[in-house]
């Protein structure tokens, strides 16, 4: 760790200089633009279908995919919610970590071809358990697109973009599940129990099983440079920045130099936390995700409950607005367009990400930690996104802090100032929870990232600890420069992602089905048997 921190700090002390040149950082996003403009342009490429109905293609294919697993997996998103909860809260813990077979005589088999046994006594394959894995992956997409991002969609789409973007988180539910099921069946898992997991390894061998080995390998390597380059980016320098921004903002300080000593320290605390990899995220981020959501919901709550006489009007503008676009760009499409797109990229389902996370669950059954990865949109997206839009919408009754139809350029601004007009400096409460937000995005993305790249350059120390030194020097460098296009180039890099993963996932829905079916019919058996014991302690009774 000593070591660790030290080349850390010695690369840090020769870019200080660097990053106080306004003139040198401006001239890094200028090159960023000449060269990299074309891919950004490319992925957010909108396909014109009229004059004023335009659609970015990933789009497409992200809301496509969604509906196809929803439908493909008979509404799993509802049908497999309860379930979910039961996963999260233990009741199966038993027939995960040993099998239906083992405890209720189940004849099926425990096929887990491509996982072999770890070290671990009396457990199953993994690292983590079903919360951890869940909050570890909730951790990279709960974060400023739910009080920025969200602020920026109503400002654009108006109240009824709030609609659309829970039917994306809704349908994203699918994605989530079938992604992450895959990930956990396809992992790979080292002789000390590390995991190796996420689309890489199912693009790569469940394509291989279907006979189409080469399209695998090139489709997984494509994944694997994409979600490096996102976790540089959208995952790394663009949370550090915001959360500069903010933390000077909010005390005034002096721009450049407080900028730099936050991603000094920010640096320094993320390489404490990754240094110890998925596990010690995994117990950093199960009891720093429920703590910030709860601070946010709650100062959410407080403000819904002292205007709960406009909650019905918000709902009935929310609705209105959803189908009528009134004096919205683009009309009802604008408005459609604003919500799901903030829906779909504030929850990342379908990119691929989070099977990363959910792929180092210790369970025999790769399905359980799909049904639990399906929670994840309805918590990001459902509920969290939702709550920001109804404190907006209701306070901009009476306090008109925001014009629908206007883009604002600064989210966190707008939300904040909807928080303080019924709690006072609630924006103090609010740095806080977008510091600890970009800090777990950063710390969850550096697990994303370098699993990208242990997959390309080989396991080993000496290969991750490459990768963690450049992950918390681009954190600093993130909190000191002018971003621009280098995180336009980010996101793209991000959104990316979506192209190989939802070309495998759909190939490979069929192996989903079947796992989901096997998971099924262990926890019918557990049922069966449990009921079948309770009779026979009454007929004794």
């Known amino acids: 760790m000593k070591k660790f921190l030290l080349?850390?700090?010695t690369f840090l002390i020769p870019i200080i200089t660097f990053a106080q040149d306004t003139t040198a950082s401006e001239q890094v996003d200028a090159i960023f633009q000449k060269y990299t403009g074309?891919?950004?342009?490319?992925?957010?490429?909108?396909?014109?279908?009229?004059?004023?109905?335009?659609?970015?293609?990933?789009?497409?294919?992200?809301?496509?995919?969604?509906?196809?697993?929803?439908?493909?997996?008979?509404?799993?998103?509802?049908?497999?919610?309860?379930?979910?909860?039961?996963?999260?809260?233990?009741?199966?813990?038993?027939?995960?970590?040993?099998?239906?077979?083992t405890l209720y005589g189940d004849v099926t088999p425990n096929e887990q071809e491509n996982i072999i046994e770890t070290i671990r006594d009396d457990?199953?394959?993994?690292?983590?358990?079903?919360?951890?894995?869940?909050?570890?992956?909730?951790?990279?997409?709960?974060?400023?697109?739910?009080?920025a991002g969200v602020a920026v969609a109503l400002s654009i789409g108006g109240p009824g973009a709030t609609f659309w973007m829970i039917l994306a988180g809704l349908l994203g539910m699918a994605s989530k599940f079938a992604e992450c099921t895959l990930g956990v069946k396809f992992r790979d898992v080292g002789p000390d129990g590390t995991v190796y997991g996420g689309p890489m390894y199912y693009l790569k061998k469940g394509l291989s099983q279907k006979g189409m080995g080469g399209l695998g390998k090139v489709l997984a390597v494509v994944f694997a440079i994409f979600v490096i380059g996102g976790s540089f980016g959208g995952g790394n320098m663009f949370q550090a920045n915001q959360a500069a921004a903010q933390f000077v903002q909010l005390f005034e300080l002096q721009g450049t130099n407080a900028a730099i000593w936050f991603g000094i320290i920010m640096a320094i605390i993320v390489a404490v936390v990754i240094i110890g990899g998925i596990k010690r995220i995994a117990k950093v981020t199960e009891k720093i995700v429920p703590f910030m959501a709860g601070i946010y919901?709650?100062?959410?709550?407080?403000?819904?409950?002292?205007?709960?006489?406009?909650?019905?009007?918000?709902?009935?503008?929310?609705?209105?607005?959803?189908?009528?676009?009134?004096?919205?760009a683009g009309g009802l499409v604008g408005v459609m367009i604003q919500g799901v797109r903030r829906g779909a990229f504030s929850n990342e389902?379908?990119?691929?990400?989070?099977a990363i996370a959910h792929s180092a669950v210790r369970t025999k059954y790769p399905a359980s930690e799909g049904i639990v990865a399906l929670l994840e949109p309805f918590i990001d997206t459902v509920v969290i996104c939702t709550m920001t839009a109804l404190v907006i919408v209701i306070t901009n009754f009476d306090n008109n802090i925001i014009q629908y139809g206007v883009e604002?350029?600064?989210?966190?601004?707008?939300?904040?100032?909807?928080?303080?007009?019924?709690?006072?400096?609630?924006?103090?409460?609010?740095?806080?929870?977008?510091?600890?937000?970009?800090?777990?995005?950063?710390?969850?993305?550096?697990?994303?990232?370098?699993?990208?790249?242990?997959?390309?350059?080989?396991?080993?120390?000496?290969?991750e600890l490459i990768y963690k030194l450049l992950f918390c020097i681009f954190i600093w460098v993130g909190s000191v420069i002018s971003?621009?296009?280098?995180?336009?180039?980010?996101?793209?890099?991000?959104?990316?992602?979506?192209?190989?993963?939802?070309?495998?996932?759909?190939?490979?829905?069929?192996?989903?089905?079947?796992?989901?079916?096997?998971?099924m019919k262990a926890i019918r058996t557990k049922h069966d048997a449990l009921d079948e014991g309770l009779e026979d302690m009454q007929k004794h009774m």
């Open 7 to 9: 080349s850390l700090i």
């Open 38 to 101: 074309w891919f950004v342009e490319l992925i957010f490429y909108e396909i014109p279908f009229s004059e004023s109905f335009q659609i970015p293609w990933v789009l497409i294919v992200l809301i496509g995919g969604a509906l196809y697993f929803t439908f493909y997996f008979k509404l799993i998103n509802f049908t497999g919610f309860g379930t979910a909860l039961k996963v999260v809260q233990g009741k199966y813990e038993d027939i995960e970590k040993h099998g239906a077979d």
């Open 123 to 147: 457990s199953a394959d993994g690292e983590v358990s079903h919360f951890q894995a869940l909050t570890a992956a909730l951790s990279a997409t709960v974060g400023l697109g739910n009080i």
């Open 297 to 328: 919901v709650l100062g959410a709550l407080v403000i819904l409950a002292a205007n709960y006489m406009h909650i019905g009007d918000a709902f009935a503008l929310i609705f209105e607005g959803a189908f009528s676009g009134l004096g919205i």
């Open 349 to 354: 389902a379908g990119v691929g990400s989070a």
């Open 408 to 463: 604002v350029k600064e989210g966190v601004e707008l939300t904040a100032t909807a928080f303080d007009s019924v709690i006072p400096h609630f924006s103090i409460v609010l740095t806080i929870a977008v510091i600890l937000f970009a800090f777990s995005t950063m710390i969850s993305w550096s697990y994303y990232g370098m699993q990208g790249w242990v997959y390309l350059f080989g396991r080993g120390k000496v290969t």
């Open 483 to 519: 971003l621009g296009s280098v995180i336009n180039f980010s996101d793209a890099m991000i959104f990316a992602m979506v192209v190989p993963n939802i070309i495998g996932v759909v190939l490979l829905t069929p192996v989903v089905r079947k796992e989901l079916n096997r998971y």
